[in-house]
């Protein structure tokens, strides 16, 4: 749902992200030349897959893997099963993740993986066949020390679990760090699941305390109430927040008391809808326009855009979901005082725990869901006042110094081995 294929540059993933790259690279002072090695994938892969389906007939798919750029270390990065997937969204996805990578200081560089088709609309036993097929076509150019995936949209530890088992066979040796995501039994990390929210939860407080709001009884309306933002608003309905709004791609439910929010995730089905079983609904455009301190898109892109940026009435606005705010939108909002935090920042727990996952898979010594939190937390705090620290002392935008901080390490260490 968060695939892009619009023809309008203003909305194209892939131009709009080259775009603050080059800004970023520019402001740092590097020559040209770090930016046409940065501006893409160093390596985009198309494979075909055939799967023989229920009905006994062979059906093709097409999957992509992007590496961005392995200078730091090996890529890492999502595989997104969707019908709208592209080379260029997948191309663009795969910077972020070096971006991400660069912000908490992870040693990777960013890679992204997509393939063409509806999962909700296959069986259990297409999609493992789908699933390994994948990892069958990629397996030479992916690895624990070459490109680790992991989950993304319509992807889940089931998947994980398959990939992982097919790739420890082509290799005949057990390959936990090949993947990450994975149920806990196979060497998954507790926390993973929830690690993107509670990123965002620690962005929230983190922005929350230099704008000085108490986050227990802020208002906090939160777009999308899939695995992102439903984690994130029960995160913050435990920690006393006031959570006013929430949305699904049905409409919105608002209540200016509050929500009963443990109510609503025992309602939502698995695709995160539960707002059709209400009436008295509103649209996700007016929600948006709601007054309240804390903003978080988690749903999809280009929600807030030069139309509606100046009537958005948040103190903070975080970015849980993947570019929900256009670059126009983040001038807008950045001219009118509010602080956003981008997604590179807000959503990077997730591979931040990703990589503690791999981290335990290699010295085979597992952590406690403490252990996790506690070192997730630190990474993100340190992560957050970083970008922070680097906006106020340039005077620029939250995003921009969010690349800025991303984007130097990445460049630094192709320096290094005399790429550029
Ligand atoms: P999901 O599929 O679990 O849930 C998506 C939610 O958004 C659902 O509630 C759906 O109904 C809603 N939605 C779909 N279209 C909508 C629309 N047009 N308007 C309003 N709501 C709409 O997805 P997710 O995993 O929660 O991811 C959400 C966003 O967060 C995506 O941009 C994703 O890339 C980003 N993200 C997620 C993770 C993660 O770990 N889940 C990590 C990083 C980034």
Redesign the pocket.
């Known amino acids: 749902?968060?695939a892009e294929n619009s023809a309008d540059s203003k909305n194209d993933i892939l131009l709009s992200t080259q775009e603050v790259i080059k800004e970023a690279l520019d402001k740092l002072g590097y020559p040209n030349e770090a930016f046409e090695l940065m501006k893409e994938p160093m390596r985009m892969i198309t494979v075909r897959i055939p799967v023989r389906m229920d009905d006994g007939k062979t059906k093709v798919f097409t999957g992509y893997r992007a590496q961005h750029n392995d200078a730091i270390g090996p890529t890492k990065g999502?595989v997104?099963f969707h019908p709208n997937v592209t080379e260029k969204e997948v191309s663009a996805?795969s910077i972020w993740m070096t971006l991400k990578s660069g912000i908490v200081d992870l040693p990777y560089g960013g890679g992204k993986g997509g393939i063409i088709c509806d999962p909700r609309e296959m069986s259990f036993r297409e999609l493992e066949a789908l699933s390994r097929g994948y990892v069958r076509a990629l397996s030479q150019v992916v690895g624990p020390t070459k490109d680790i995936p992991a989950?993304?949209?319509?992807t889940n530890s089931q998947i994980m679990a398959w990939m992982m088992d097919e790739y420890s066979r082509i290799d005949e040796f057990n390959s936990p760090g090949f993947i990450t995501g994975k149920p806990i039994v196979l060497g998954g990390s507790h926390g993973r699941?929830s690690?993107?929210?509670k990123g965002v939860t620690i962005c929230i407080e983190e922005a929350a305390k230099k704008r000085g709001i108490d986050v227990k009884g802020a208002r906090v309306i939160v777009?999308?109430?899939?695995?992102?933002?439903?984690?994130l608003a029960k995160f913050m309905h435990d920690m006393g927040a006031k959570v006013i709004a929430i949305?699904?791609?049905?409409?919105?439910l608002h209540d200016p008391d509050g929500l009963d929010i443990d109510y609503l995730l025992d309602r939502?089905d698995s695709?995160?809808?539960?707002?059709n079983l209400f009436d008295d609904t509103i649209t996700?455009q007016e929600m948006l326009e709601l007054d309240t301190d804390i903003l978080v898109?988690?749903?999809?892109?280009n929600?807030i855009t030069e139309e509606n940026a100046h009537k958005i009435k948040a103190d903070i606005v975080v970015e849980?979901?993947?570019?929900?705010t256009t670059l126009e939108a983040t001038k807008i909002l950045t001219e009118r005082g509010i602080l956003l935090v981008p997604?590179v920042l807000a959503?990077?727990?997730?591979?931040t725990v990703s990589y503690f996952e791999w981290v335990q898979n290699n010295q085979g010594y597992y952590w406690k869901e403490e252990e996790v939190q506690e070192k997730l937390r630190e990474v993100l705090v340190r992560s957050f006042n970083n970008v922070y620290t680097t906006s106020q002392n340039r005077q620029i935008d939250m995003r921009l110094a969010a690349y800025m901080v991303g984007v130097r390490r990445a460049t630094e260490a192709a320096r290094y081995r005399g790429w550029i």
């Open positions: 749902m968060v999502g997104r996805l989950p993304d949209v319509f699941e690690a993107t929210a777009q999308g109430f899939g695995n992102a933002g439903s984690f949305s699904d791609a049905e409409g919105a939502r695709f995160g809808t539960v707002t996700n898109p988690a749903a999809v892109q929600q849980a979901a993947n570019g929900p997604d959503s990077s727990g997730g591979v």
